[in-house]
């Protein structure tokens, strides 16, 4: 029998880590759209109104669908876990970051954090226990991206930055609630219900800040704001939900770490950005941890 699941356990890794990664495909272009957004958008408004407009829907989707639209009172409490970490703090912290001045590739590589926070959360909140030589893998990734930061700004954390990290330990945390939900219920309807969760809270605050801002339509900031409502908010979910399920929220997770390499990509084509040697090399970096985390399974 072991000789039989344990093929099958690994294939079911796999299938998660291919999944998670489509995810990461559709969230690696989320600080580019948040930046054309921002050009005609309130940085408030594209934080909170991306949650209303993919919460609107998310209801129809579980309409048609004919699926309930409120959770089950005791999931509650991991429902709302999940909309404090990725419907409003990190869209609200990266969103803010970029407002500040932060370049997209800067905030790509420090955002590089966000595997190594998920780690410990799935250890903490879904009873995973990665081998050794992950956590050593997982940890020099994290010492890379640190190293990276502090060279940038003098060996000095600078507010961009530490907005930045409240957007790692915000999505850490509804990842890892996410992801343990997934389990039970499919990735879909999980996002969905926490988006509809959310929406006595975010379609009154997207109404006030709207009326109470000015609103400039750019093409631009359109296509920006229609990418991190649709795809950002709640499509890119759907495969990384359920990677995060089939693969282990741990080891599935870690392919975050490919993200600032897509990041450099689309802040280079999409916003002519320039950046040195040390942002690849710290890119780079993350990468081949990412290579070592996916060999040391769970």
């Known amino acids: 029998m072991d000789g039989v699941a344990l093929p099958r356990a690994e294939g079911r890794a796999r299938q998660g880590t291919a999944l998670a990664f489509l995810g990461v495909l559709a969230f690696s272009g989320s600080l580019p759209a948040t930046v054309y957004a921002m050009q005609g958008v309130n940085p408030w408004l594209v934080a909170i109104g991306r949650?209303?407009?993919?919460?609107?829907v998310a209801v129809a989707c579980l309409k048609v669908t004919k699926n309930r639209l409120i959770p089950p009172k005791h999931e509650w409490p991991a429902y709302a876990l999940i909309s404090l970490g990725v419907v409003f703090g990190f869209p609200v912290f990266s969103g803010l970051a970029l407002a500040m001045g932060a370049s997209t590739a800067h905030s790509a590589v420090v955002i590089a954090l966000l595997p190594a926070?998920?780690?410990?959360c799935a250890v903490l909140k879904a009873a995973e226990r990665p081998r050794p030589l992950f956590w050593v893998a997982c940890a020099a990734g994290a010492i890379a991206i640190t190293a990276?930061?502090?060279?940038?700004?003098?060996?000095?954390?600078?507010?961009?930055?530490?907005?930045?990290?409240?957007?790692?330990?915000?999505?850490?945390?509804?990842?890892?609630?996410?992801?343990?939900?997934?389990?039970?219920?499919?990735?879909?309807?999980v996002?969905?219900?926490?988006?509809?969760f959310s929406l006595p809270l975010t379609v009154p605050m997207a109404t006030a800040i709207a009326i109470a801002t000015p609103v400039n339509p750019t093409p631009q900031a359109i296509a920006g704001f229609a990418y991190v409502s649709l795809i950002s908010m709640f499509l890119g979910f759907f495969p990384w939900y359920a990677g995060l399920a089939k693969g282990g929220i741990a080891r599935a997770g870690q392919t975050q770490l490919t993200q600032p390499l897509l990041n450099l990509l689309w802040a280079w084509v999409l916003l002519g950005e320039r950046f040195g040697p040390?942002?690849?090399?710290?890119?780079?970096?993350?990468?081949?941890?990412?290579a070592i985390t996916q060999r040391a399974r769970t």
């Open 51 to 56: 949650a209303a407009v993919a919460g609107a």
């Open 117 to 120: 926070a998920t780690a410990v």
């Open 148 to 189: 990276f930061t502090l060279t940038q700004h003098q060996a000095k954390a600078t507010w961009p930055d530490l907005l930045l990290v409240g957007a790692v330990i915000s999505a850490a945390i509804g990842y890892t609630e996410g992801g343990r939900l997934s389990r039970e219920t499919p990735g879909w309807q």
């Open 191 to 196: 996002i969905s219900r926490a988006l509809v």
């Open 278 to 290: 040390a942002t690849v090399v710290a890119a780079l970096a993350v990468l081949v941890c990412v």
